[in-house]
């Protein structure tokens, strides 16, 4: 079962727009990661913000962490084409046991 | 820096057919993961090694599913025999020892590209 889920499910913007997904979940967690997945690769680290954490930035990707909402968003500004790709929360729980949301698609137009 | 080598990349088969799937984690990880990936959602974890020992596969479906890490090094996962419903992604990863930070700790984990297993 996924831990995580994120919200919305695509998401089709235009380039130079920014882009914003959300990410909730069930139980308490150590921190949370977020991915990036292009068509037909594996997953690529993007960023992990802990517990106790509340927002961390890293070039264009900015993300929130609300513990008690258990809610996450990750940010994206002046999107480009190459942003194109499927974006997953994934949450490691005290036990480091990592667990993935199904993701949001996100389509950056020229 | 190699990353996570995985092959083959792609593999079609017919159900009941064995299938194998070999990785080659990060030179010095000694932490491996396998998921699967099914179409439109995140991977799940189906089992993760520290050196050669699985120290947790309670999610891999044993009646047809194995794997190993003889050396603690290389790996394989195995389905025999396959069915339909296993077409997916299957992921590998690997990660260094948990780092400490303060007093929280985290591991990051490198994947590589994934075998698409098609079972017609």
């Known amino acids: 079962s996924q831990q995580g889920e994120e919200d919305p499910q695509a998401l089709s913007i235009q380039e130079g727009e920014n882009a914003t997904m959300n990410c909730s979940y069930k139980?308490?967690?150590?921190?949370l990661q977020w991915y990036r997945q292009n068509s037909g690769r594996g997953l690529v680290h993007l960023i992990l913000i802990r517990s106790n954490e509340r927002e961390k930035h890293s070039g264009r990707l900015r993300v929130t962490l609300d513990t008690s909402k258990k809610s996450s968003s990750l940010l994206i500004t002046a999107s480009r084409a190459a942003d194109t790709a499927s974006y997953f929360c994934?949450?490691?729980?005290?036990?480091?046991?990592?667990?993935f949301g199904a993701g949001t698609t996100v389509t950056v137009r020229a | 820096e190699a990353g996570v080598v995985q092959s083959p990349r792609y593999k079609i088969i017919e159900k009941k057919q064995p299938v194998a799937f070999w990785c080659n984690p990060i030179?010095?990880?000694?932490?491996l993961y396998w998921y699967r990936q099914n179409l439109g959602q995140g991977p799940e974890l189906l089992i993760r090694y520290e050196n050669e020992e699985a120290v947790d596969d309670s999610q891999l479906p044993k009646d047809r599913f194995s794997a190993e890490r003889l050396k603690g090094v290389d790996s394989t996962l195995k389905i025999q025999p396959a069915e339909l419903g296993d077409s997916a992604v299957y992921l590998c990863a690997s990660s260094l020892p948990f780092r400490l930070a303060g007093d929280l700790s985290y591991n990051e984990q490198f994947f590589g590209p994934g075998t698409r297993l098609t079972v017609l």
């Open positions: 139980t308490s967690i150590n921190n």
């Open positions: 994934a949450t490691e729980r005290y036990d480091y046991k990592l667990s």
């Open positions: 030179s010095g990880h000694n932490t």
